[in-house]
């Protein structure tokens, strides 16, 4: 059976497609599930805020589920995109957006559950700082959101933006390479970063004179959890945009395909270990305030030593990119 | 869809290489400095006791600014830094809400913007360390746990320029391209004046804050 061009472009299409909101669906549930264990938890401590609990625990699993929404967008979008000129290139970048969010939503999405639920939790404990606690909630989980948000802008370059005459091998292998290595490193980042916002929340609603300096270090703490998330946006931006010589060797496109895995692998681990890092500073500025820079400092030089692995796993792709 | 990836390059030969320069950018700068420079001279003007209204602006932000960097280096470093602080985190945030006029965009939205504005922080950072420390305490530092990991030290440094200007530049554009991309789809009508909202004024002052506070701690960790 041949198989003609626009077959495979539309192949790749819906494939994508279902992989961005298949495992897009996978994180916002089980974060907005947390949110509303964490609810019940609360309710049933305190039942006379059990109005404030709920409106708080609705608003929170809102925020929590953009990036479930992000993947729908992108889903839908990869449905009914409309391709000028089908070829075997643009199949790759369609079935590349489609990875790149599908996994990048995993971890904003479970990650941002985390504020939501301790927040429920600290308006049982407190009940006169819930609006302060639905304003950090907010912005946690919206900060935890950018992982997710980064890997929608590789989506949408990789369907959008026109390559122009690029040679077929190795760049097929780039562009799936590009949205894996933003997709899996998204996992961690924003995984690590609702820790930290879930640590806030708890450490505002046991100390609320404390919150200017937990919700300056939560967003410290969350910034550097995304730096491999950071990573795999480069590693991804250079595989879309360098040119590669032709060549029809499996070895080049293999090495393209193998660095955006390296990088968006290696970026898992360090994203969720920056975030328990983040976490224990946050958690711990709350009940120790006087010692909030001495425990930044070394929260950030913690973060620095568990970020090596991401690194490492940047410089090994690079060094597929470049050298190999 | 067109304007996605496309910019205004002013290209000009230089000694058998190309300059270029964004030249869209390089307005916007001006436009962000020549705002920042109206409000410098607004809040200023006719000083007195009882403040006026963008006097009591003024303070309100140049307090806020110093009382974060007092907090992070301490009462004799932050009469130093201070100053750099308030200076940057006013520009970022200018540039991170210009997007907002129409037709005007924001300068972070170029790498080469906050790649600079990193490089600066990295190199202030380090001029700090060597002079609180001396170069030999400073230096000493990058052969810690073991010697052999020097290099990896030295890339772990270098990574902290590229987070810190990805993760804003990154942002921002990510943000405007989200907004072009709907505004496309939805033909202009319904969603974009909230995303302006979220991703030009929520996301905008986020990451200006996050990245005046990271140059802070940075210079923080090398001095103590």
Known sequence: MAIDIETVVKIAAYIGGGLAMGLGAIGAAVGEGYTAAQANAAVARSPKT??????????????????????????????FVNVPVPTYLKAAALLGAGLSMGFGAIGSGIGS?????????????QPQVTSQ????????????????????????????????????YPTWAAYLGAGLSMGLAAIGSGYGGGLAA??????????????????????????VSQTPAIFGLLVSFILMFKSYPESTALSASMALMGAG???????????????????GAVRWVARNVEHASDLMRIMLVGQAVSQSTAIYAMVVSLVLIFVV | MGELGKLHQLIIPFFGHNITINLEVVVMTWIVFVLL??????????????PRPLQALG????????????????????QKYAPLVCALFLFLLTSNWLGIIPHLEEPTKDLNTTLG???????????AGIKSKGFKAYAKEYFQPIFFMMPLNLIGELAKIVSISFRLFGNIMGGSIIILVVSYLTYNIVLPPFLYAFFGLFVGTIQAFVFTMLTVVYISVQVK
């Not at chain 1, 404030?52 to 608003?59: A, E, P, S, W």
């Not at chain 1, 692998?265 to 890092?277: D, L």
């Open chain 1, 198 to 223: 879930g640590a806030s929340c708890e450490g505002i609603a046991r100390h609320p004179r404390t919150a200017t300096n937990v919700t300056t270090i939560m967003l410290v703490g969350q910034a």
């Open chain 1, 113 to 125: 559950g985390f504020p939501g639920g301790e927040a429920c939790t600290g308006i049982a404990r």
């Open chain 2, 59 to 78: 303070e309100l932000i140049v307090s806020l600014l110093y009382g974060l960097t007092e907090d992070a280096l301490g009462r004799e470093q932050a």
């Open chain 1, 50 to 79: 059990s109005a404030d609990i709920f409106k708080n625990m609705l608003v929170g699993q809102a925020v929590a589920e953009s990036a479930s929404i992000f993947a729908l967008v992108i889903a839908i979008l990869l449905l």
């Open chain 1, 261 to 279: 895995i390296c990088m968006g692998f290696g970026g898992i681990g360090p994203g969720i270990g920056n975030g328990m890092a983040a976490e």
């Open chain 1, 133 to 168: 606690l639905t304003t950090n909630m907010l912005i946690g989980s919206a900060v935890c959101q950018t992982p997710a948000i980064f890997s929608m802008v590789v989506a949408l370059m990789l369907t959008f933006i026109d390559f122009g005459k690029v040679p077929l």
């Open chain 2, 117 to 127: 504005l990193g490089l600066m922080g990295f190199v202030i950072a380090h001029y």
């Open chain 2, 37 to 50: 420079i109206v409000l410098g001279l607004f809040t200023t003007r006719k000083k007195a006791i009882l």
